[in-house]
């Protein structure tokens, strides 16, 4: 399952060594509510990285400093260093794709 970010969670979460999925949405997104459950499958199947939601409505603090001006969007850190930031809803099997070439 993937974990809820505030602002106030982020640094210490990206201050962490590994791979870090980030997805920004918000609630009343309709692309964001179909990638909610392709996250989840994700997280329970890949249990060493971190993913994370963080709602933009909520905690836009990150979102503007990262430019997140489309949701969803992902991004990937690995040890808390910005990989890769993919706009739109992204398939498991591209997102396995991401991390094992990071890894």
């Not at 993937?2 to 962490?16: A, C, N, Q, R, Y």
């Not at 990937?76 to 890894?103: C, R, S, W, Y």
Request: hydrophobic share 40%; with cysteine.
């Amino acid at each position: 399952m993937s974990l809820e970010v505030t602002d106030d969670m982020l640094k210490d979460i990206l201050s962490k060594d590994g791979i870090t999925i980030l997805d920004f949405y918000a609630e009343w997104c309709g692309p964001c509510k179909m990638y909610g459950p392709i996250l989840d499958e994700f997280s329970k199947e890949n249990p060493n990285v971190m993913v994370g939601k963080v709602n933009v409505d909520t905690n836009n603090e990150f979102a503007l400093q990262y430019g997140i001006r489309n949701i969803p969007t992902t991004i990937i850190f690995k040890d808390g260093e910005l990989m890769k930031k993919i706009p739109g809803v992204i398939q498991k099997n591209k997102l396995q794709d991401l991390v094992e070439h990071l890894t």
